[in-house]
């Protein structure tokens, strides 16, 4: 090759380069005006996210300020200001406290260095001080920003107004309280309403079983049945009332404990077989298959719900029969009673209002036999406390069968049971086969219920001292304690004017004296037997005073039961 062909080669590589330099020259030139339109594209997108944040911030929250890693204010926005009063730069370092209320101020200021210290979120609910010299309610939240090693660079805080929020909490705790404070004032109430009605009602019944004993005439002693009849109507009129109000209440307690069910069943029929009698009715008892041999269940609650059920079965049948049915259902466990008359039934319409309160079906055939309309209400909610429920279905004039179902989680082993197997092979022992021996102490403050105590335990045998309030009571016993004859009871009455007996009887014991003490009160509101407990009594008799119930309660704890 020669020098001409060599030469011409080079200018043509020299050429070929110069264009290669120049691109790539271009092509730098482009991505960094390609790079720069981008970095401003993302700025000016960065500014405007900036902006609506800002103005975010300030149509949600009613002042805002930035603060150093040590917790100092360094910037205040101008909603913070507006908001306080404080004028600009006031609020620096740990100025913006000084806008806190200050009954609030210490709790704030500790709260905020704790939180510094902790590198955590800080919230709080606080009082601040207005620019017009009243005080609102503020949520203050304050969160860390971290720079990329994770330390703490700064602080934002931002307050929202929750004065609104605040006035409703109040507002509902002012309605709870008069709630309580209502619930307080129908509880003692309904409590004094039971001693006073209650009290009267122990003088009445007590006497009429008095003057009972001493009449011969028919008609005479018919009159003193009328009296005994309706006095306990009052008293189930009186219970109706009281257990929906403790039910309403939540007052209702509901135990548990393992029961026979076929035992149990032959008490409620034993108890309702009279009234049955009363009226010509067969009681009849059936058992469909094997039942549980024992339920886990509160038994006074079931019990209650069978004899109100049973009750009202016999008191609108006046022809045929009143029939108990028990059952067993597998899934979900549980024991269904269904009372089954042949009654004058409850009509369609009439069906869904039985079991509001204070409501009866049709006034013309309920009339006659009264009640408040308390005891389906009554019934249904037990039945719902004992996770259960309560079901009718009836025609007029084809009777009715309300149906029970109770949960049965629990049950004892599956038994067939003959109505038979519960026939009753220990009756009660008789009122008069019962003999005391002892000195007893009543304290009444009322002479009827004296006169009643001393007359239905002497009877039985047993000599008896009285005393009219708790201090009576104390001297009392202490006199016959030091003649060497004390006590071996003391019936005590727990409402007396002076010293009640819940004072006497702590008083007593405190002093040593160890001899059983029976309560004796008209209240029969939750709470009350624990109370009596508590204070240091074994017992509890309430009024009006069961002749029966009440002797066999003293003779149990003096042991000597003939």
């Known amino acids: ?39 401003g594209e993302v700025e000016r997108k960065l500014r405007e996210s900036e902006q609506r944040f800002r103005v975010l911030v300030e149509s949600t929250a ?15 926005s101008s909603s913070w200001l507006e908001y306080t009063g404080q004028a600009p730069g006031d609020s620096l370092g740990m100025g913006w406290l000084q806008a806190v209320h200050p009954d609030d101020r210490q709790l704030v200021e500790a709260q905020w260095q704790a939180a510094i210290g902790r590198e955590a979120s800080f919230e709080c609910e606080f009082r601040l001080d207005r620019h017009d010299g009243t005080s609102s309610w503020t949520h203050l939240r304050a969160a860390p920003l971290r720079s990329t090693g994770g330390h703490v660079t700064k602080w934002v805080a931002m307050n929202v107004d929750i004065t609104k929020k605040k006035e409703f909490e109040h507002s509902l705790q002012f309605a709870r309280e008069q709630a309580e404070a ?7 109430f309904l409590a004094n309403m039971s001693h006073e009605i209650r009290t009267p009602m122990t003088a009445i019944l007590g006497y009429a079983d008095i003057l009972g004993e ?170 719902n406390a004992l996770r259960g429920d309560i079901a009718v279905r009836s025609k007029p004039g084809e009777g009715s069968v309300f149906t029970l179902t109770v949960n049965a989680d629990g049950h004892g082993e ?43 335990l002497s009877e039985a045998g047993a000599e008896i001292a009285t005393a009219n309030d708790g201090a009576d009571a104390i001297a009392e016993v202490a006199a016959q304690q030091r003649a060497g004859r004390p006590f071996d009871l003391v019936v ?12 006497a009887t702590r008083h007593l014991r405190s002093s040593g004296f160890d001899r059983p003490i029976v309560a004796l009160t008209a209240n029969a509101m939750k709470g009350d037997r624990d109370r009596c407990l508590q204070a240091g009594c074994v017992d509890f008799v309430t009024k009006p005073l069961n002749k029966d119930v009440f002797i066999r309660t003293v003779a149990r704890h003096l042991g000597r039961q003939g």
């Open 492 to 503: 005590m009455d727990m409402q007396m004017p002076n010293m009640d007996g819940y004072e």
């Open 62 to 76: 009613q002042a805002t300020w930035d603060a150093d890693a040590h917790g100092n204010v360094v910037e205040e």
């Open 182 to 188: 209502a619930t307080r004032s129908r509880g003692e």
């Open 214 to 383: 001493h009449l011969q005439e028919p008609d005479n002693i018919q009159c003193v049945d009328t009296i005994r009849r309706n006095g306990h109507f009052l008293l189930e009129v009186i219970n109706d009332i009281l257990d929906l109000s403790k039910i309403d209440a939540g007052r209702m307690s509901i135990e548990s404990e393992r029961v026979a069910t076929a035992e149990l069943v032959h008490d409620v029929l034993s108890l309702m077989q009279i009234r049955a009698q009363q009226k010509k009715l067969p009681l009849l008892v059936e058992y469909e298959g094997r039942v549980p041999a024992t339920l886990d269940i509160d038994p006074v609650r079931l019990r209650q719900i069978l004899l109100n059920l049973l009750s009202n079965a016999i008191k609108f049948t006046d022809t045929g029969y009143v029939q108990l049915t028990v059952r067993y259902i597998d899934t979900p466990p549980r024991v269904q009673f269904d009372v089954i008359d042949s009654g004058i039934g409850v009509a369609e319409q009439d069906i869904q209002t039985l079991f509001e309160p204070f409501t009866q079906a049709e006034a013309s055939a309920t009339r006659s036999v009264g009640g408040t309309g308390l005891g389906l209400t009554i019934c249904r909610r037990l039945a």
């Open 414 to 456: 599956l038994v067939t049971v003959s109505p038979l197997d519960r026939e009753s092979s220990d009756p009660p022992t008789a009122n008069d086969d019962i003999r005391l021996e002892g000195h007893i102490l009543v304290v009444d403050d009322r002479r009827d219920i004296l006169f009643l105590a001393d007359r239905f």
């Open 1 to 39: 090759m020669d020098s001409t062909d060599l030469q011409q080669r080079l200018a043509e590589a020299e050429a070929t380069f110069e264009a290669l330099r120049n691109q790539e020259v271009d092509a730098v030139v482009g991505a960094k005006q390609i790079m720069l339109l981008r970095l």
